[in-house]
């Protein structure tokens, strides 16, 4: 079966998560330079059979676009033209940092680990937006 990816995309990083094979469970992948984002994917997808990319939409609290919104429709155009049978879906990231930064705490990162390491806040995001998803099928 093949594996779904999801993508927090980020101005100067993205996080990046997917699902095992059998899509029940999603892990954590990788933190990349959003320059070096279609690359990666290209690559990883000439390696691993993948059905879907999900896109964590960035809205504000009320619902309303932020800075963010027009990126991730351009990427969403991109990847649907790069990865025509792929599925592309958006899924509502709201709160997804504020959940990945209350994740690492409860894992027991220290203050200064999630503090240097701000990709590893990056892929948990992409971690929960693919939970999110896994979730509404």
Avoid: H
Wanted: hydrophobic residues 40%.
């Amino acid at each position: 079966m093949p594996r779904i990816l999801a993508i927090d995309l980020g101005t100067k990083r993205t996080g990046i998560a997917v699902t095992d094979p059998l899509q029940i469970t999603c892990n954590p992948l990788e933190t990349i330079e959003t320059a070096q984002l279609m690359n990666y994917l290209q690559t990883y997808c000439a390696k691993e059979e993948v059905e879907a990319l999900v896109l964590g939409y960035p809205t504000r609290l009320n619902g309303q676009a932020n800075e963010m919104t027009p990126l991730v429709l351009e990427l969403k155009s991109k990847l649907e033209e790069a990865f025509p049978s792929k599925k592309v879906v958006l899924i509502d990231e709201r709160l997804t940092s504020k959940m990945a930064m209350q994740t690492l705490i409860s894992m027991g990162t220290k203050k200064k680990d999630r503090m240097e390491r701000a990709g590893n806040l990056d892929k948990v995001s992409a971690a929960i937006i693919l939970q999110s998803y896994l979730e509404s099928q």
